[in-house]
């Protein structure tokens, strides 16, 4: 194999269909990077690429790998599966941990995925291919999991300059810069690929200019939200806008636009009500699973069939 050319496997059992013919639309249209999709037929999942586990979502459902060529390869399991907060899924590795291409990463109960009718897709995404890849071939059908279903292509090496990536810290002035400043920024939050800000006038915000920069994928305007598609590394880029941010964590409930967006009142007051369940809810997502920890617990120490300890 040339040395510019990297092997993607199969993650799991199943089929391999182009990524254009997936179901979400974030990645079906290569705003995540360019891939492949894999419906799978049993619960295991490999990783498709060597190299060092950098991410692994709260909820398990995705997966980060960076190459020792600086691919950063996503292994997202099931559309829309953030929601079922991880029920479906475990984790088999760790956070920092090497693993070879064809490692066990994780399983997923595919049948609990169906019952809540959700597609079960394995995405495979190189999220940073704009700066990394040349070019992806596919080969779409049936395969066996480890089997060869696609190669990536490296673009040569070569010195950055005016490319040169940003630092997180760099990136999250650059980023605060380009939504309006710190003063057009009402709240922020994020998911597995995203920082999702509530801006007081989303008109302040240079959409062109964050796009072109190196570190952002895209952006867009959803929900109320301004979000700012970062991929992999998203949870650092949130810590350091944080940081230069500090009292942003002690606003109240975010408030989201309220200009004319050309949508009907019905429609934009339910995005707006959308936009603010979620922002209400994700502080609070911690101390909701410790406390169905803590019944769990005392549901078992009060059971007669373990001596009723309580």
């Known amino acids: 194999m040339n040395k510019n050319e990297i092997a993607l496997l199969a993650p799991a059992n199943g089929q391999v269909i182009a990524l254009s013919k997936t179901s979400d639309p974030i990645f079906s249209k290569g705003t995540m990077g360019d891939g492949f999709g894999l419906t799978p037929t049993d619960n295991t999942v490999l990783a498709p690429v060597s190299g060092t586990i950098s991410m692994i979502a709260e909820t398990k459902h995705a997966i ?18 953030v929601g079922l907060k991880g029920e479906p899924f475990d984790v088999v590795i760790k956070n920092g941990q090497e693993v070879k291409a064809g490692d066990q990463i994780a399983t997923m109960n595919i049948e609990m995925i169906k019952a809540k009718d959700l597609d079960t897709t394995i995405m495979t995404l190189i999220t940073n291919s704009s700066m990394k890849l040349d070019g992806l071939d596919v080969t779409e ?34 980023i605060i810069k380009n939504v309006g400043g710190k003063d057009n920024i009402n709240n922020l939050i994020h998911c597995i690929t995203r920082l999702r800000f509530y801006l007081k006038d989303e008109s302040k915000a240079n959409d062109d200019i964050l796009k072109n920069q190196r570190g952002i994928l895209d952006v867009m305007h959803a929900g109320g939200q301004y979000q700012v598609v970062i991929g992999n590394e998203v949870t650092n880029v949130y810590d350091a806008v944080m940081k230069q941010l500090p009292g942003l964590s002690d606003n109240p409930s975010p408030q989201t636009n309220n200009q004319d967006d050309g949508k009907n009142p019905v429609s934009r007051a339910f995005s707006n009500l959308i936009g603010f369940i979620t922002g209400s809810m994700s502080p609070v997502i911690g101390v909701i699973a410790a406390s169905g920890i803590i019944k769990v617990l005392l549901a078992l120490l009060t059971l007669p069939q373990l001596g009723a300890l309580l």
């Open 64 to 81: 980060g790998i960076t190459t020792k060529d600086g691919l950063e390869v996503l292994v997202h399991m099931g559309v829309d599966t």
């Open 141 to 174: 059908g049936k395969a066996e999991a480890g089997d060869t279903v696609a190669r990536a292509y490296l673009k040569e090496s070569k010195e950055d300059s005016s490319d040169k990536k940003l630092s997180y810290d760099e990136l999250a002035t650059f």
